[in-house]
């Protein structure tokens, strides 16, 4: 796929790219800590319901008392004021005596996103809003004889959608006044209380922002349950899974306490059940639950013999059970589909989840009691590696009634997980938070691409925390260029290389001071900022911690989501199976932002997926450094990384002890000449080059020895040559030169002179005829009668 198209099909998928994390603060009260919590967005405002937060201390002090029945009414008949349990004096009455309980909400508050904002910063001036404070157990009471709540209980792990016509609906979770877990159903018209509030209707809080009931959910409807995903396209709205308890005894199963009979009521344990929502159009009145009922995909098995070519096999396929999963719904195109010719297509996504064997130790037991007493048959019993948490992705098309899984391609993906913050991005992709997965909490981010079936993980942020010796030294100028103020840094070209002195490469690292940017990459600015050893050595970028559960919202016409809240770590850890490390219930609240990179590239690329696309002649995570000659850099567009190959050059393959090659030809690096790099690039457009090698590209070897201070070396590729001095030759200028070469072979050149050799008389070879003399060995002189060898 050409740059052109990756960046209409960015365009999209994304609008202007993703990435940015930045923490909001706000004046004044807020919800405060709570996990398990719900949150929508009607008309760019953001609600959030209910939660759990840390658990708080409250006195329990157990006395003794007795109790009549009279016409079937308790009453106290006696009271003992001492304590059940003594408190030994080594320990407080708090200490005794206090007890941790649940602290849970169902309180209502808003956020208005189109506030007065500065960059990527929160409201200027305003922050959350309480829009109904709730009611203590709901403001429940009896009237006539019935029990009547003005609000929903207390709960968390509920769900809570919004419908296009502005209305929000609540249903299930986990509340104290629930039997097991809650089945009521609430509704409230939230953007009617948005314009009655913003009118300045005094009135707004008691008409308006009210909760209306809709009813206890039996068996036509979802019934019972908390954890489930839940999703909306603004017409219906989608209910998958979830968990319940055993659903208990009932006259036509309590003799043999058979759990599979399920005539007065449903199945308890972990839920694969999909059930579909259509409000009614009346507020406060309760509209259509509808169960998907599983449909069986058929399909030709063409067996090896002729008579079975029409044979037909047809099997449901559906996604196992499971609680705390993530659903997301869209009308946009199916994944995999051609993005200019499919229309659009309603469809859910369904992601990870918790699920194990329900009820224990087997599925074919009979529950508990006498009933485990039947003869022991095969199951599945849990065991510390059975796959709990889940990681697989299924897509539901609501036409067809049918689910299918979804393999993804490439080898990067979210590791298994459930209670992630999962949200559509746009019509062909949606985004994936957090989590919690075998002892770990996670803060990591995915971007699923429908389009081209791939997870993409977002890296880096945008605000780098960098270390406080990470300074920079350079100032930009309104030209786009840079101004060095001073140089803190070493570049090292021999760094990664072979230091051992031979064939001209250095014998200790070759050190080149030079100025440094404040910028990814750089030395000095990719460690820690806190400096904890224990954790990888890398730069750290302002983002959520590690945390399950949190809520969330996303705005499309923004391009922004907010993660509020949720059960996260004390501090960073690595993922672990051998300790559990402490985590706690936080308020915070973060804002991820489309259409931001680190310094939005610098002026210098397009931002794409949350990465710089740097134009030619830059590179880096933020494009802020300059190419050096040679540079061939490229995006992996799966991971959509940059790679690039400084000081580069290609054809010519450098050898030790190599001469001078005639017309040899340089050509760029690039996807079909890999090539060689023989140098580091300084980020401000020039090469250092490690030896032997020079050239504004490090494409050519030096000469050797240069040429011994005996001649001047020639630099041309691929590899330089000496030009001698006169008197001398050799590869390195090393070998001096004698006078006419001694009239070889009347000498030989020994350092720079002459050897000259004699010549044997002709007829008795141990005898000298004659020698040469001279400089050059050029003069031949007779010898005398007793001149004999030997």
Not at 467 to 496: A, H, K, M, Y
Request: proline content about 6%.
């Amino acid at each position: 796929m050409g740059r052109a198209l990756l960046l209409a099909t960015a365009a999209v998928l994304l609008a202007q790219g993703v990435r940015g994390w930045k923490e909001w603060t706000w004046e004044g009260d807020g919800p405060g800590p709570r996990a398990g919590h719900s949150m929508v967005l009607i008309n760019e405002t953001a609600f959030l319901f209910g939660g759990r937060a840390n658990d708080i201390a409250v006195p329990h002090v157990p006395k003794t008392y007795e109790v009549s029945e009279e016409n079937g009414q308790l009453s106290f008949t006696t009271y003992d004021q001492n304590l059940v349990l003594a408190c030994d004096g080594n320990r407080t009455f708090d200490e005794c005596y206090n007890i941790s309980i649940g602290l849970l909400f169902n309180d209502l508050w808003s956020y208005d996103l189109d506030c007065t904002r500065f960059a990527d910063d929160g409201c200027e001036y305003r922050g959350w809003t309480r829009v109904d404070p709730g009611a203590r157990l709901g403001g429940c009471e009896f009237y006539a004889g019935e029990l009547q709540c003005t609000h929903p209980t207390e709960r968390y792990d509920q769900t809570l959608l919004a419908m296009d016509d502005g209305r929000i609906t609540l249903f299930g979770g986990f509340s104290r006044k629930c039997r097991d877990y809650c089945s009521d159903q609430w509704e409230m018209d939230a953007r009617g209380c948005l314009e009655a509030r913003r009118a300045g209707q005094e009135a707004a809080d008691a008409t308006a922002c009210r909760w209306q009931e809709l009813g206890e959910l039996g068996l036509e409807g979802p019934s019972q349950r908390w954890r489930h995903a839940a999703a909306s396209n603004g017409t219906t709205a989608f209910v998958f899974g979830g968990h319940r308890l055993w659903h208990g005894f009932s006259p036509e199963n309590s003799e043999s306490n058979d759990w599979r009979l399920q005539d007065t009521r449903q199945y308890g344990g972990y839920l694969d059940d999909l059930w579909t929502y259509t409000p009614h159009p009346q507020l406060g009145m309760r509209g259509n639950w509808s169960q998907v009922v599983p449909r069986e995909s058929c399909y030709h098995r063409r067996g090896v013999k002729h008579v079975a070519r029409f044979d037909i096999r047809c099997r449901v396929i559906w996604p196992p059970r499971r609680a705390s999963a993530s659903l997301v719904a869209t009308m946009g195109r199916d994944i995999g589909a051609d993005p200019l010719a499919a229309p659009p297509e309603p469809t859910l996504l369904l992601f990870g989840g918790y699920s194990t064997p329900f009820p224990y130790p087997h599925r074919k037991a009979r529950g508990a009691g006498s009933s485990t007493s039947r003869a022991a048959a095969d199951g599945m019993a849990p065991f510390p590696t059975a796959p709990y948490y889940l990681d697989d992705l299924w897509r539901f098309n609501v036409s067809s009634g049918l689910w299918a899984p979804v393999d993804p391609l490439g080898g990067s993906r979210p590791s298994a997980r459930r209670d992630s913050a999962m949200r559509m991005a746009s019509d062909s992709a949606f985004l994936l938070f957090g989590g919690y997965g075998s002892n770990t909490l996670m803060n990591d981010l995915w971007i699923f691409n429908l389009t081209t079936t791939r997870w993409i993980h977002v890296g880096p942020s945008v605000h780098a925390r960098f270390p406080q010796n990470c300074t920079d030294d350079t100032l930009r100028l309104p030209d786009g260029s840079d101004f060095v103020v001073s140089q803190s840094v070493f570049g090292e070209p021999t760094r990664f290389s072979a230091l051992d002195g031979q064939a001209g490469r250095a014998s200790e690292p070759v050190i080149i001071r030079q100025p440094r940017r404040q910028a990814p990459g750089w030395d000095g600015c990719r460690d820690r900022a806190d400096g904890r050893p224990d954790l990888p050595s890398l730069l750290q970028y302002e983002r959520p911690s590690q945390r399950e559960r949190p809520a969330s919202v996303l705005s499309l016409r923004r391009g922004e989501m907010l993660v509020h809240g949720g059960r996260a770590a004390l501090k960073e850890d690595l993922p672990t199976v051998q300790v559990t490390h402490p985590a706690e219930v936080v308020g915070d609240m973060w804002l991820w932002r489309q259409g931001n990179c680190a310094k939005n590239c610098s002026g210098r690329g397009d931002c794409v997926f949350g990465h710089c696309y740097c134009y030619d002649g830059y590179y880096g995570l933020d494009c802020s450094n300059t190419s050096c000659p040679g540079d061939y850099c490229y995006m992996d567009e799966t991971a959509h990384t940059q790679v690039c190959t400084h000081c580069c050059s290609a054809r010519w393959e450098h050898a030790d002890n190599q001469s001078y090659a005639r017309r040899e030809r340089k050509v760029p690096c690039g996807p079909a000449n890999a090539g060689e790099s023989h140098g580091i690039c300084d980020g401000f457009g020039s090469c250092q080059c490690r030896p032997p090698f020079l050239t504004e590209d490090c494409s050519v070897r030096d000469c050797p020895d240069g040429c011994n201070g005996n001649g001047y070396c020639s630099v041309e590729f691929p590899v330089s040559r000496c030009v001698c001095d006169p008197g001398w030759t050799g590869r390195a200028c090393d070998t001096r030169l004698c006078l006419n070469n001694c009239t070889y072979p009347n000498g030989v050149c020994v350092g720079g002179r002459c050897n000259c050799t004699f010549l044997q008389n002709p007829y008795n070879r141990s005898m000298v005829w004659a020698r040469y003399e001279g400089d050059d060995c050029s003069r031949g002189t007779a010898t005398g009668p007793n001149s004999a060898l030997g």
